[in-house]
């Protein structure tokens, strides 16, 4: 990269340039690489609010426009005309397919939806009460026990074996926890069906009698998956490509960034927000909870609300809202009362002075939940359901750090404020 700009740092009476670089979209970066060598000093982030930790050309977000391009396009024109495995092609390559490449990549990633049986047993080691997260985070984990044959991360062939068998299998382990969870019968995948539709057959479908899949709720599906599909550098995204800058195979890498996602900040918001619009249950008891939201010292916060990077609306959960919209309408049930407390809550947060100075908008968990348990899963499922469609974001990233020729070990410093050297002392001397 050749630096458009300097930027001068004065420490004391020493002054130091520090190349710059400008992006093709957002703000120019300063390269602090070789500060510390330089000048004897780090840097100090807490929460990486302001350091790029990487260049990328996969997907870009602008806060204050609420603004989401997968590598250039809109996620709103993607929502509407596009289809999950369109997108995922075209996150992992960079362009969107030609027909032929769309039907072999399809064709490649329905070839891999089955999982090893020996798996099947693998599951039954797990509590039956486990949360599906918790068994996924496992499994995915296992699958480089599974797939050993496809961990060499040197070779381009295997990585790209790996990407394909984890964006064909996540669904099918997904649903599979959710059956072991519930004492039901694992599903195996059908090749006939679309990558949405085949999921949800697998997390409905029992033995005993025929499923027919909605096509209402294939095509929210399907969006569903779209719209969770990358977010450029989030936590897990972040404990993906840490993971993997030491070298960890893609299954370990992928389960790391499962792990980072569950959490309630992170992915785990979709089922803790459902669970507060319950909680709320009819719109008067709205002004309770906001007013905890805003209390210093209670520290309950309105899940689905706010954003590190977004400052105005987040653009995917004005489509999920549309899709909420659309999906309870047509199944008839619009007199949700889930549904109507969110958009009083939703209504009257947007006028709250507390929100509108903190830029606190909804997020796209706010209306996923509502869209999810209208289709019939229990909140449990929600993150994994966010975790199989973000796992093309994933691999797309990791895919792109290991083919970047300046990847180094992601190792950050730290302000050290502990004790200073002391020497120890004998147990029986410290009274
Ligand atoms: N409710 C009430 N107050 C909030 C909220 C909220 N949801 N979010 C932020 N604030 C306040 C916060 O208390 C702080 O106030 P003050 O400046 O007085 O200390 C201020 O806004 C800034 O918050 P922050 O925690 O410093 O901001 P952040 O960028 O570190 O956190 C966030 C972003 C998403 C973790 C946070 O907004 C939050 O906890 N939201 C609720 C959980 C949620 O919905 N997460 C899903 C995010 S989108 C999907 C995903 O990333 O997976």
Request: aromatic share 10%; proline share 6%; net charge negative.
């Amino acid at each position: 990269m050749t630096p458009t700009k300097t930027a001068r740092l004065t420490i004391d009476d020493k002054t130091y340039d520090l190349p710059m670089y400008s992006p093709t979209l957002g703000p120019d970066v300063v390269d602090i690489g070789k500060l510390y060598a330089q000048a004897d000093v780090f840097t100090f982030d807490p929460g990486f609010t302001s350091t790029a930790a990487c260049d990328s050309t996969i997907t870009y977000i602008d806060g204050d426009k609420g603004e989401l391009l997968y590598r250039g396009y809109p996620i709103e024109q993607l929502a509407e005309q596009s289809h999950h495995l369109e997108v995922c092609y075209l996150l992992l390559y960079g362009e969107l397919p030609t027909k032929t490449q769309l039907v072999d990549f399809e064709a490649r990633v329905t070839r891999h939806t089955m999982v090893h049986e020996q798996m099947h047993y693998f599951f039954r080691g797990f509590r039956r009460d486990s949360h599906p997260m918790a068994t996924m985070v496992g499994v995915v984990g296992a699958m480089s026990a599974f797939y050993h044959d496809s961990t060499d991360i040197a070779d381009p062939w295997q990585r790209e074996v790996a990407a394909i068998r984890m964006i064909a299998k996540l669904p099918t382990i997904a649903a599979m926890a959710y059956k072991y969870s519930v004492g039901q019968p694992f599903v195996y995948p059908k090749n006939s069906l679309s990558y949405a539709g085949n999921f949800l057959h697998m997390c409905f479908a029992v033995p005993c009698e025929e499923y027919v899949v909605n096509p209402i709720l294939e095509k929210a599906m399907d969006r569903i998956m779209m719209l969770h599909a990358d977010h450029e550098q989030n936590a897990s995204t972040s404990t993906v490509r840490l993971a993997g800058s030491s070298g960890a195979n893609p299954f370990a890498c992928i389960a790391a960034g499962i792990a980072c996602l569950w959490g309630p900040a992170h992915g785990g918001a979709n089922q803790a927000c459902l669970e507060m619009l319950r909680e709320i249950g009819t719109v008067d008891r709205i002004p309770e909870f906001i007013a905890r939201a805003k209390d210093k010292n209670d520290p309950f916060r309105l899940m689905g609300f706010g954003h590190r990077v977004y400052k105005n609306f987040d653009p995917r959960a004005k489509v999920m809202k549309e899709s909420a919209d659309e999906v309870l309408g047509l199944l008839g049930v619009e007199n949700n009362p889930t549904l109507q407390v969110a958009k009083e809550l939703e209504r009257i947060a947007l006028e709250d002075d507390y929100f509108i100075s903190k830029k606190l908008y909804p997020n796209v968990d706010f209306y996923s939940g509502i869209i999810l348990d209208a289709m019939g899963f229990p909140t449990s499922m929600f993150t994994p359901i966010f975790a199989l469609s973000r796992t093309v974001g994933w691999i797309s990233q990791w895919k792109e750090m290991i083919a970047d020729k300046n990847q180094k070990i992601g190792r950050p410093r730290q302000l050290y404020i502990g004790a200073t050297q002391r020497d120890y002392t004998a147990v029986a001397t410290r009274g």
